[in-house]
């Protein structure tokens, strides 16, 4: 069986992404994101955060990086890396996810609209708009509303209470 590396978050930008640039004129989009956790100890809820270093390469980090901010929801999809470098004499080694699709969730800091828009390794865009310059709206990205009310009966709830 082959070796997976697969990872998938929903979280919080901790802080503003930060886009640099490698000596090859490659875009880095950097980033970092909450996630919480819910767990019981004793008779309390306790809230618990990860937080994880985020790495999206190329113009989809140039792209997105000025929808980053402070609180907004994404969700992240990847892999791990881990790097590896002596500093001081010592070796230092670090896990990062190399995102391949960064999605925007909800509205800035958790507030405003439901909707989302999706940038991803492949440059191809799936925002809001049929045409946004060289990217292109992805194939598989729903259409608004599509076939909300096919299927379901008249009386049948928006709202699922579970």
């Known amino acids: ?11 919080r930008l901790t802080r503003d992404a930060e886009l640099k640039y490698t000596s090859g ?15 019981k100890n004793g008779d309390q809820w306790v809230e618990e955060a990860n937080f994880f270093d985020i790495v999206l390469w190329g113009r989809s980090g140039e792209s997105i990086n000025q929808y980053l901010v402070k609180g907004k929801q994404v969700a992240v999809e990847g892999e791990l890396r881990q790097n590896r470098w002596e500093q001081d004499g010592q070796s230092r080694s670090k896990v990062e996810i190399v ?4 999605q925007l969730l909800g509205g800035q800091g958790g507030q405003g609209s439901q909707g989302g828009s999706s940038w991803s390794s492949s440059e191809q ?10 990217y292109q709206k ?25």
Request: with cysteine; aromatic share 6%; glycine share 10%.
């Open 125 to 134: 865009y799936s925002g809001p708009s049929e045409s946004s310059g060289p």
């Open 1 to 11: 069986m082959a070796d997976v590396n697969h990872v998938i978050l929903i979280g």
């Open 99 to 102: 995102a391949n699709n960064v």
């Open 25 to 39: 004129g490659m875009a880095v989009c950097k980033f970092a994101i909450a996630v919480n956790k819910r767990r």
């Open 138 to 162: 992805r194939p598989d990205a729903p259409a608004a509303h599509q076939g909300r009310d096919e299927g379901m009966p008249p009386d049948f709830p928006d709202d699922i209470p579970f």
